[in-house]
């Protein structure tokens, strides 16, 4: 079939619009590096736009009519946004589904440590990653640390122009003998993936032989902490092995009054430092870290906001987890979205068991999620009739998984041509595709979760070139017509 570059098709507005939209997405990616970013951002956009927390609503006397418009947010990580419609609840959802969690490296629960005079936080990695790509490059530190006494402290250091950067290490290509004979995926290994972030000895002036000493030095708090935690011995701090580790404990305890048993109760995420930029002579991609899948997950977010007067009731589900598999309270597989979906018939006066399940049944839903991106560099891996293309539009991958499709939902024809015609309709440019050639590889999303409800369901989304890298590329056409797509969905679709 004749395929069409969505940029040929655009009139001079429509270029505006999509380069507006574009940036609007690069300041979302730049505020949302994790997904308890996400949602804070998230949150701040729907109740601007006259969202109301469900939770504030539950036990009162007001009830949810048409046009209506709430969200519940689960353990600050995931979210579900609703716009109410004129028809029965029973009659189903439009539901547009995305995850917010990308691949990345976490940071242990034990692990601050020195070696050969440099400190190092130990990590774990999430999510698929090629390792070696994490080395040798700037990496930012995001999460939150919360205290025994509930109070939490919010870090972010890497992204600001006055921060310190981290990194990883690699080995100098001049020793790099063996390194060089390993398969890509030995080349790093997961235990080497350790965060570089010091080099400088405590020190402390005054003398320090004795603790009455210590006791005399005007020390910050910090400094102090660091003094107590562990004794020098009788030795000068910058001759005792776990100086730099000291150093540390001191920093943090004076810029942040976080203590080294706080990290137990922690989540820090390392990511790539820097903003999402425009790339290519014509600024008409957008690199940037965590596209996959916040490239689905901001359009589907402005998607319900933008749209108004819907027949069936909408629904933006961004949730966590989904690159490990969906699970935990926070991932797919929990029942965070049917319990918010029941609240939200209680308020509507419509809820029972049964019309629960049927709301569910009789819902449609797009899993907005990445496609691989064609990428002539590498063509062997693609069967070139069957794949993405960067410029091809919103891409809807009937199946994913892996093999002989193993783990997928593989939609069914009947509402791929009811997608089809709501998309001609509404001019929206768009392409099919799927995940490489056959046997190649594979991969999976949200789809299958929510097809258990015995829902119609199918994968749409945006092309992706470097998918899981820490800078991802898309086409800024591709992404405006992923918000065109779910607006016509939340609008249009009737099946």
């Avoid at 609840?89 to 990308?102: P, Y």
């Avoid at 809820?351 to 991106?373: F, T």
């Avoid at 993405?388 to 499709?405: P, Y």
Wanted: proline share 2%.
């Amino acid at each position: 079939m004749l395929r069409k570059n969505t940029w040929a098709t655009y009139t001079q507005k429509q270029m505006k619009e999509a380069d507006k939209f574009a940036e609007d997405y690069k300041n979302f990616l730049d505020n949302a590096k994790t997904e308890r970013e996400a949602i804070d951002t998230i949150v701040n956009d729907i109740e601007a736009a006259g969202y109301v927390e469900l939770s504030t609503l539950i036990g009162g006397r007001k009830k949810l009519k048409k046009g209506d418009k709430v969200y519940s947010v689960w353990m600050n990580k995931s979210i579900v946004i609703a716009q109410i419609g004129s028809e029965p609840l029973e009659n189903g959802l439009n539901i547009l589904g995305a995850h917010i969690d990308s691949p990345r490296i976490d940071v242990k629960q034990n692990p601050l440590y020195e070696k050969s005079g440099i400190a190092y936080l130990d990590t774990h990695y999430y999510g698929g990653i090629k390792k070696y790509q994490f080395v040798a490059m700037p990496l930012a530190l995001h999460g939150v640390v919360v205290k025994k006494d509930g109070t939490t402290c919010q870090i972010n250091v890497g992204d600001d122009e006055d921060d310190p950067v981290f990194f990883i290490s690699d080995i100098l290509i001049h020793l790099a003998q063996d390194q060089m004979t390993k398969p890509a995926a030995k080349a790093i290994e997961g235990e080497a993936l350790d965060l570089v972030i010091g080099n400088k000895p405590f020190i402390v002036e005054g003398d320090k032989k004795t603790k009455a000493a210590k006791k005399n030095t005007k020390l910050t708090a910090g400094q102090q902490y660091a003094l107590d935690a562990e004794e020098l011995s009788g030795a000068e701090s910058k001759k005792v092995s776990g100086a730099v580790r000291r150093g540390m404990l001191a920093i943090l305890k004076d810029n942040y009054g976080i203590e080294e048993e706080d990290f137990l109760s922690a989540e820090l995420e390392i990511v790539p430092a820097g903003k999402a930029r425009d790339a290519g002579f014509d600024r008409s991609m957008v690199l940037g870290y965590g596209q996959d899948d916040r490239v689905c997950a901001y359009p589907s977010m402005r998607a319900i906001l933008e749209v108004s007067n819907l027949k069936k009731t909408g629904v933006c589900i961004l949730v966590d987890k989904e690159e490990i598999g969906s699970v935990g309270a926070t991932g797919m597989q929990s029942h965070f979205f049917e319990n918010a979906i029941a609240e939200i018939m209680n308020l509507c006066g419509q809820y029972s068991d049964l019309s629960l399940r049927r709301c569910l049944a009789n819902s449609c839903m797009l899993s907005s999620d990445v496609s691989a991106a064609y990428d002539p560099s590498f063509a062997g891996c693609f069967e070139e009739k069957n794949a993405a293309f960067l410029g091809g539009g919103l891409v809807f991958n009937k199946f994913t998984g892996s093999r002989g499709k193993s783990g997928s939902n593989d939609a069914n024809a009947e509402y791929l041509a009811a997608i089809r015609k709501v998309c001609d309709d509404n001019k929206v440019n768009f392409q099919t595709a799927e995940l490489g050639k056959v046997d190649v590889g594979g991969g999976g999303t949200i789809a299958y979760i929510l097809a258990l409800y015995g829902m119609n369901v199918v994968d749409a989304g945006v092309p992706v070139l470097n998918m899981h890298a820490p800078y991802e590329a898309t086409s800024k056409a591709d992404i405006y017509e992923s918000l065109r797509g779910y607006k016509a969905f939340l609008t249009d679709m009737d099946f």
